[in-house]
């Protein structure tokens, strides 16, 4: 369903390889949320288990992600333009920089300048932007 809106909307590559890279890295952010420690059975243990998880799998995913998004120039995961993978990126950056993702530093991206730059131009692309201003 997710590869069949982004087609309709533009969000997917038409290339074959492109498209692989795209999907690579949707199933990599989808990783980061299975990965992360939602439940605890207090404030405590979330705590831990948050600081364990930036220890690892989310240095280890936004490391990833870094390289994909310059190998691809710097600009997105793919040459040819926007994707829904940088849609979920961007998903990823706010939630962590909003404070939603508690026990998470918001600036942790900071160190990561593609990533950075990736979800700063998805949040200013005018079809996701008027898709947000909709909501309102």
């Known amino acids: 369903m997710q590869r069949y ?4 909307a ?6 074959n390889i492109e498209a692989l890279v795209c999907d690579e890295c949707c199933d990599t952010l989808e990783e980061f949320l299975l990965k992360f ?3 605890a059975k207090d404030e405590e243990e979330k705590k831990a288990k948050r600081a364990e998880f930036v220890k690892g799998p989310m240095t280890e ?9 310059q190998d691809a120039g710097g600009k ?3 040459a040819s ?3 829904v993978a940088d849609i979920m990126l ?5 939630s962590v920089e909003s404070g939603f993702m508690d026990y ?3 600036d942790f991206y900071n160190n990561y300048p593609g990533i950075t730059a990736v979800a700063t131009a998805m949040k200013e692309n005018p079809k996701v932007k008027a898709y947000y201003d909709s909501l309102n």
């Open 5 to 8: 809106a982004a087609k309709k």
């Open 10 to 15: 533009g969000f997917y590559p038409t290339d």
């Open 37 to 39: 420690p939602f439940a």
């Open 61 to 69: 995913i936004s490391k990833f992600i870094e390289q994909k998004i």
């Open 76 to 78: 997105g995961f793919v």
């Open 81 to 83: 333009g926007p994707s």
């Open 90 to 94: 961007m998903v990823n950056v706010k």
């Open 104 to 106: 998470i530093n918001t």
